[in-house]
T-cell receptor, first 113, second 116 residues
């Protein structure tokens, strides 16, 4: 199948462990941040989002943390499963008409069974 | 579950030839985006439509790329002539104007273009 990222940084974890994926974003004026998951041969899939006026948001097995002081975003995945293996991208956008996403560099997550 | 459709999934063409990609967004989504994703990188916006109007095409290489969404539904992205550096994944995404989900973009499976 399609190999999304041949030269991406890779995080390798054991099944059941917690994973933390980090991202440095570029624009301090961004209003909204999103994490996407991209599996081989597929388009990016929405995971979780957070507004710039928040510092933490939790979903099902996932938590996003936002540190605006250092322009840092992280995605925490609890009890990582083999199906979580993919490339993960953070993205940022604005709360205006132009809602196109600016993506950061990705991280490949490999879950060892 | 509604999905964004794209075709073809794969395209191999020789440089200097013309290629076209098609996208059908989720029904009712007014905003449509074309992104280009080079292997190992995140997607980058090429063009954004709001209904049939172009909202942002500042990153579209207009000497060779064109995009249209004539009836505000499906869209076509064309490259003429293709160059070796155009080899990439071309992704289409759409989003709703519903204020509760206006930030969520739904991506299609992409068209993988290889220019030889």
């Amino acid at each position: 199948g399609e190999n999304v990222g041949l030269h991406l940084p890779t995080l390798s974890v054991q099944e059941g462990d917690n994973s933390i994926i980090n991202c440095a974003y570029s624009n301090s004026a961004s209003d909204y941040f999103i994490w996407y998951k991209q599996e081989s041969g597929k388009g990016p899939q929405f995971i979780i989002d957070i507004r710039s006026n928040m510092d933490k948001r939790q979903g099902q097995r996932v938590t996003v943390l936002l540190n605006k002081t250092v322009k840092h975003l992280s995605l925490q995945i609890a009890a990582t499963q083999p199906g979580d293996s993919a490339v993960y991208f953070c993205a940022e956008t604005f709360d205006t008409g132009r809602r196109a996403l600016t993506f950061g560099s990705g991280t490949r997550l490999q879950v060892q069974p | 579950e509604a999905e964004v459709a794209q075709s073809p999934r794969y395209k191999i063409t020789e440089k200097s030839q013309a290629v076209a990609f098609w996208c059908d967004p989720i029904s009712g989504h007014a905003t449509l985006y074309w992104y280009r994703q080079i292997l190992g990188q995140g997607p980058e916006l090429l063009v954004q439509f709001q209904d049939e109007s172009v909202v942002d095409d500042s990153q579209l290489p207009k000497d060779r790329f064109s995009a249209e969404r004539l009836k505000g539904v499906d869209s076509t992205l064309k490259i003429q002539p293709a160059e070796l550096g155009d080899s990439a994944m071309y992704l289409c995404a759409s989003s709703s104007d519903d204020m509760t989900e206006k930030y969520e973009q739904y991506f299609g499976p992409g068209t993988r273009l290889t220019v030889t």
